[in-house]
């Protein structure tokens, strides 16, 4: 009896235990507490400061909200993620705390009138710094509230529900704002057919379309309904409180104020919609009206954008870039290609700028031509205006001089984009007559130059300069002090040189002073924001320099465990994470970027955390993709770059005595993710590789993708060959790959990591597949964030910390 009763018994049991395995595999996890109490520690508040230098105002922001509140209705259409029960945009982080701050004085005021709960977001100025404006997002409606500064009040000024899907306002004056609002409640919206009226159709006759791989399109004529219905909105203006409509309901991409306030340049857009590109791509007409919307000009009825042409610096050939003048009352300007649209055609000027004044009746007048793509105009006064020109093929910018009264040009500087060392930083504006921000001249003919990274040989130190425009000299008159990392956050005064600048250290954490450079006054302390990481005290950080085979130097910046040393503890499992990029100069390649001296704060993405956890840390390995030729373009030999990267990065941690050449573990998001499994496919230098929301498979991105303007139907080799899933049968090393399942970031659908874990779990690799619900291309969700920093420690004590260590016996049933 005893025999017969005891197969069922250990039958049951064994199904007991295992099922509870079961429910321990599913399920949501948490990291270790040192990392979750980091992810969640409250970080210093966000700073905003007045023109005039008087008030401070601090916001707080809500991070990280759960999967619940992800999981709220979304629609996704037209490139655009939509909230169908408010008319805004999903997926906000909102502020949820504000406060003022007199700097004169230090003292810090309540805001009264605030609304309870608060979901408050695009926080601005008015024009004269009087007033403060943001929007609070209710579960079905937005609304406008306006704070006086004087008076540390807040009150809602409108009375119809904002309509923010494409846009949100803009201040008119001190007492008047626009917005778009809503023209019928969410109840109306389309009702989806269980029945459709027929099958989607998309048709092409003999335009090419050579488009990236958008996500979020419209896919179906009921799409089109849903984005007609919640991106038409009516235009108002409120004054005090006082709502008037312009014009008539339309889809709005854009409204753009005159300096004078008499017109706007308006940009509505309209039918046939793209299921190809985003609703800033669809058919739109672009005209100039006055402040009660008739029209006044019609500037240009511009196509889709579908017929783009692909590859860097190749341009529709349609006018582009309308905009007013900040020097004059009421002058619209913009560009126009004069090679087609083709970059390569052989023209000596590739791009003209013209013009048009008020009342819009007179000829339009060409102001200059740029000989590379113009990029843009900083304007001053009648003799100083510069002009932005550029490649971003050949990573080369221009400024100019450009003299507005009598037409001329003159090149001021010319540098690579990639050359962080050469570059000027930007000129100090001051509002003019207008309330229009326009470049400051100072001592005659100086513009005062602010650079906030400030990179140099001994890394970045953010510095102050003057410009000189007749001799094109540049003098430094304020830098970091070495062992610091500090920026100028604002210029209070430029005659008097006071500055607020915003201060860190490796060890302190970034606070806010005013300084005077001309009085050498003690600076004066504004903030005290408090190390919200006491988990990292006594770890240490270290900008490491180091050279790859090649030549190339390289830095990364290596973090230790606290109380750590290496004679007596020997070497550490690593864990390297990086993000490739592309250089056309190896000198520029080879600059020094970034600063050991910032204090390291902390976001849900970074692998700091793990420092924590008995592991070195390789944060921001450089990883440089150089042009092996003046012919040539970097990818041209990605993959043994990108080995020589990883080498070098190895090899200078194990010569440190830090790194354990053995336990060595790599990973990336994006295009990091892409360069972990290229690594791991091509190599066996890692035990273990951690790949977020990559894109493995390049013929999904045949028309371009990161900088890489070659298609794949002109380059079919190098796509395949870049392509890790073409290897996957040699990805052999643990590879955790990760994604959000509502990824909207081009080129990263989900299913290049679905297909990348098929293929290598088919030739028998190790790998593991992660999909995080309701994420996007960044993940915001608590839980999911949460279980992924569980995962990725998991990962690496697995197939890193003990890798080659057996497993213990499990000992009874």
Not at 194 to 203: A, D, I, N, R, Y
Not at 602 to 615: A, K
Request: with cysteine.
């Amino acid at each position: 009896m005893a025999t017969k009763c005891f197969a069922p018994l250990f039958i049951i049991f064994f199904f007991l235990f295992t099922t509870v395995k079961a429910q321990d595999d599913a399920g949501y996890k948490m990291p270790p507490k040192d990392v979750a109490d980091m992810l969640l520690a409250k970080s210093a508040p966000n700073v905003s400061v007045d023109d005039k230098g008087e008030w401070m105002l601090l916001t707080e922001v809500s991070l990280y909200p759960s999967v619940e509140e992800l999981a709220k209705p979304e629609l996704r259409i037209a490139g655009l993620r939509i909230n169908p029960q408010n008319f805004a945009p999903s997926r906000q982080n909102f502020i949820n705390n504000i406060w003022l701050k007199n700097i004169a004085t230090g003292k810090e005021y309540k805001i009264t009138g605030l609304p309870s709960p608060l979901f408050a977001a695009s926080v601005s100025w008015s024009p004269t710094d009087k007033k403060i404006a943001f929007t609070n997002t209710l579960t079905d409606r937005v609304d406008l509230y306006v704070v006086d500064v004087a008076t540390q009040k807040a009150t809602k000024i409108n009375k119809t529900a904002l309509n923010t899907v494409t846009s949100g306002y803009q201040w008119y004056d001190d007492n008047t704002v626009l917005y778009r609002a809503t023209i019928k409640a969410a109840a109306a919206a389309p009702a989806k057919p269980l029945k459709p009226t027929g099958p989607t159709v998309q048709e092409n006759y003999g335009k090419a379309s050579p488009r990236p791989t958008f996500q979020d399109m419209i896919k179906s004529p009921y799409d089109e309904q849903l984005f007609e219905f919640y991106a038409t909105t009516q235009l108002i203006k409120n004054s005090n409180g006082t709502e008037t409509k312009i014009g008539q309901p339309a889809i709005y991409s854009s409204t753009n104020i005159s300096p004078d306030k008499k017109y706007m340049i308006v940009r509505t857009l309209h039918k046939p919609f793209s299921y190809l590109v985003p609703a800033q791509g669809f058919p739109s007409s672009v005209v100039i009206t006055d402040m009660n919307g008739k029209k006044l000009k019609e500037l240009a009825d511009l196509p889709s954008a579908e017929t783009a042409p692909s590859g860097n610096d190749n341009v529709q050939f349609v006018p582009r870039g309308f905009d007013w003048r900040d020097d004059e009352p009421a002058t619209v300007i913009w560009c126009m290609p004069l090679d087609s649209g083709m970059i390569k055609k052989n023209v000596d000027y590739h791009d003209a700028v013209y013009a048009l004044a008020a009342p819009f009746n007179t000829e339009v007048k060409q102001l200059f031509k740029t000989k590379m793509r113009y990029r843009g105009t900083a304007w001053g006064n009648a003799t100083l205006a510069l002009v932005n020109e550029g490649l971003t093929g050949k990573q080369q910018t221009q400024t100019n001089r450009y003299y507005p009264t009598t037409g001329e040009m003159e090149k001021l500087m010319e540098r690579n984009t990639t050359d962080a060392y050469s570059n000027p930083g930007n000129p100090l504006t001051e509002r003019n007559q207008w309330g229009r921000n326009v470049i400051k001249v100072i001592d005659g003919n100086k513009l005062l130059m602010n650079n906030t990274t400030g990179s140099s040989p001994k890394g970045d130190l953010p510095f102050l300069a003057t410009f000189d425009l007749a001799t094109k000299k540049t003098d430094i008159i304020w830098r970091s002090p070495e062992g610091y990392f500090e920026y100028v956050a604002k210029v209070l005064n430029a005659e008097k040189m006071e500055l607020l600048t915003r201060k860190e250290s490796e060890k302190e954490m970034p606070n806010f002073w005013v300084k005077n450079i001309k009085t050498k006054i003690a600076d004066r302390q504004l903030t005290s924001f408090s190390n919200p990481y006491p988990q990292l005290d006594g770890v240490t950080k270290e900008k490491i320099r180091y050279k790859r085979a090649d030549g190339v130097d390289l830095t990364g910046d290596l973090y230790l465990p606290k109380g750590y040393n290496k004679d007596r503890d020997g070497k550490l499992p690593v864990f390297i994470w990086a993000y490739p990029a592309e250089y056309n100069s190896a000198a520029d390649a080879a600059q020094i970027r970034g600063s050991e001296h910032k204090f390291t704060l902390l976001n849900w993405g970074t692998p700091v955390f793990y420092v924590t956890q008995g592991y070195a840390v390789l944060n921001n390995a450089e990883m440089p993709i150089v042009a092996p030729g003046k012919d040539k373009k970097p990818n041209d030999d990605f993959i043994q770059q990108l080995t020589m990267n990883a080498e070098a990065a190895i090899n200078v941690l194990d010569s440190m005595g830090v790194g354990d050449k053995n336990r060595m573990a790599v990973g990336g998001h994006s295009y990091g993710a892409f360069m972990t499994a290229n690594l791991l496919a091509h190599t066996k230098l890692f035990k273990a590789g951690i790949a977020r929301s990559g894109a493995y498979n390049r013929s999904l991105t045949p028309f371009g993708f990161q900088n890489e303007d070659r298609t794949y139907w002109q380059d079919t080799k190098l796509y395949t060959e870049m392509s890790p899933f073409t290897y996957a049968n040699q990805i052999k090393t643990p590879i955790l790959l990760v994604h959000g399942e509502m990824d909207n970031n081009t080129g990263t659908y989900p299913i290049q990591s679905e297909r990348m874990f098929n293929a290598i779990k088919g030739h028998g690799g190790t790998v593991k597949y992660l999909s995080l619900p309701y994420e996007s291309h960044g993940y915001q969700g608590r839980e999911n964030i949460l279980h992924l920093l569980n995962e990725q420690f998991a990962w690496l004590e697995k197939y890193v910390k003990n890798a080659g260590k057996k497993p213990e016996e499990k000992k009874g049933f």
